[in-house]
C-alpha cells in the first residue's frame, strides 16, 4: 500500500475565490442585522400604541385624583374583608355563660377518658364474656376468656372508642 500525499499547499489556500466567500457570508450577516433591527423598531412601536389605547383618555382634573385612588380603595378591602368575615364569626358562635362555658371546657378536655370509661364499663360485664364464648367457642371456656378472648374483646372496645370518638 502506497500512500500518496492529498494535501494543498498553502500557496493554493488563499485563493481569490475563498476571499469572495468570506465577502459575501459578512454581507449577509450585515443584512440580516439590518432586517432584524427593522423588526425591532416595528415591535417597539406597536407596543407603544397598545400602550397609548390601554391608558384613559384624559379625564377632568377633578376625577383623575379618584382613579388614582381605586387601586389602594381594592387594597384596602381586600385586608378588611377577611377581618369582618371573622369577626361575623365570632358573632354567629352561641355565647355561653360562665357555668355553661365551665361546664363546656370540662367534657371537651374529658371527652376521651370519659369513652374509655364507657367502653371498659359496659365490656367488663360477665353476659359480654358468656355471649363472646356463645359465639366464638375457641376465646374460652365457660365464663372465662382466654388470651384470644381478651385480645379479641381488645379489639372491639377499641373500634368501639373509634366509631364514638368520630360522632360524639
Known amino acids: 500500500m502506497t500512500s500518496t500525499n492529498q494535501s494543498t499547499p498553502i500557496s493554493e489556500l488563499t485563493s481569490n475565490n475563498d476571499n469572495n466567500l468570506v465577502q459575501d457570508i459578512l454581507k449577509e450577516l450585515g443584512e440580516s442585522k439590518q432586517v432584524e433591527i427593522s423588526q425591532i423598531q416595528q415591535i417597539q412601536q406597536i407596543q407603544q400604541t397598545q400602550q397609548q389605547l390601554q391608558e384613559p383618555q384624559?379625564?377632568?382634573t377633578l376625577q383623575q385624583p379618584i382613579l388614582n385612588s381605586i387601586p389602594q380603595m381594592q387594597q384596602m378591602q381586600q385586608q378588611v374583608i377577611p377581618s369582618l368575615l371573622q369577626k361575623q364569626e365570632q358573632i354567629q358562635q352561641p355565647t355561653l355563660d360562665g357555668n355553661k362555658k365551665l361546664l363546656y371546657n370540662i367534657l371537651k378536655k374529658f371527652k376521651g377518658p370519659l369513652i374509655?370509661?364507657?367502653i371498659a364499663f359496659a365490656l367488663s360485664f360477665s353476659f359480654v364474656n358468656k355471649s363472646l364464648i356463645k359465639y366464638i367457642p375457641r376465646l374460652g371456656t365457660?365464663?372465662?376468656?382466654n388470651l384470644s378472648g381478651n385480645l379479641v374483646k381488645g379489639l372491639v372496645a377499641s373500634i368501639f372508642y373509634f366509631i364514638s370518638n368520630k360522632f360524639i
Open 58 to 60: 384624559q379625564i377632568p
Open 116 to 118: 374509655v370509661f364507657t
Open 142 to 145: 365457660d365464663d372465662s376468656l
